[in-house]
């Protein structure tokens, strides 16, 4: 199990009815690790990109063609604002939130814990060859696009986050160790 301990992490436990927000590059594991980890932990589930699209009555991609990255990002901003304040959530966060600062306050400053699914970008590369769903991602040079993101990004999820997670193994061996770690 590799835990390195944060900025907020002395215990690396949240606060008694905390929620803990799961953040990392796409394809890290967010929804299936974070759905198990609800499950494990017997707490509710929130998939972030999932209440966007029920709340706008669109997909994530119809959004991005219609209001662009930033009706989406204002629509996520005011998402974690209301999640944010609900209490004892696992938390699915999109690849893109905690990239923004005013959310990961939004999130500590209403006693949420951050964690950081790690995977190795090749890692990544490999789920993510096929997919259809993710706006950032249809480009001809997709593995290109993921390795630039990946460089930029990584240094700002550890920013954000209060424990890193070493989340290269499948998604249930990820979630116990999460359940575990957390209870
Ligand atoms: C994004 C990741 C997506 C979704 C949107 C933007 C990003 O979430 O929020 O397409 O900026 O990395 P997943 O990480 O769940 O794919």
């Excluded at 927000?21 to 707490?43: H, N, P, Q």
Aim: positive net charge; proline residues 5%.
């Amino acid at each position: 199990m590799n835990y390195e301990k944060g900025r907020n992490s002395t215990e690396n436990r949240p606060p008694q009815g905390g929620n803990l927000i799961l953040c990392g590059f796409m394809g890290c594991g967010k929804t299936s690790v974070g759905r198990r980890v609800a499950k494990l932990m017997e707490r509710r589930f929130c998939d972030l990109d999932q209440w966007i699209e029920q709340q706008a009555g669109m997909t994530v991609s119809q959004i991005f063609d219609r209001e662009g990255e930033l009706g989406f990002r204002l629509r996520e901003a005011q998402a974690v604002a209301l999640i944010a304040s609900q209490k004892g959530l696992v938390v699915a966060s999109g690849g893109g939130t905690v990239l923004y600062p005013a959310n990961v306050e939004c999130f500590h400053r209403l006693g949420g814990t951050i964690l950081f699914l790690d995977v190795p970008v090749a890692a990544l590369q490999e789920r993510l060859k096929r997919d259809k769903r993710r706006p950032l991602l249809q480009v001809p040079n997709r593995r290109q696009v993921i390795a630039e993101l990946y460089e930029k990004r990584v240094p700002l999820y550890q920013a954000a986050a209060d424990v890193t997670i070493d989340a290269g193994a499948p998604p249930l061996v990820v979630a116990k160790r999460i359940a575990q770690r957390f209870s």
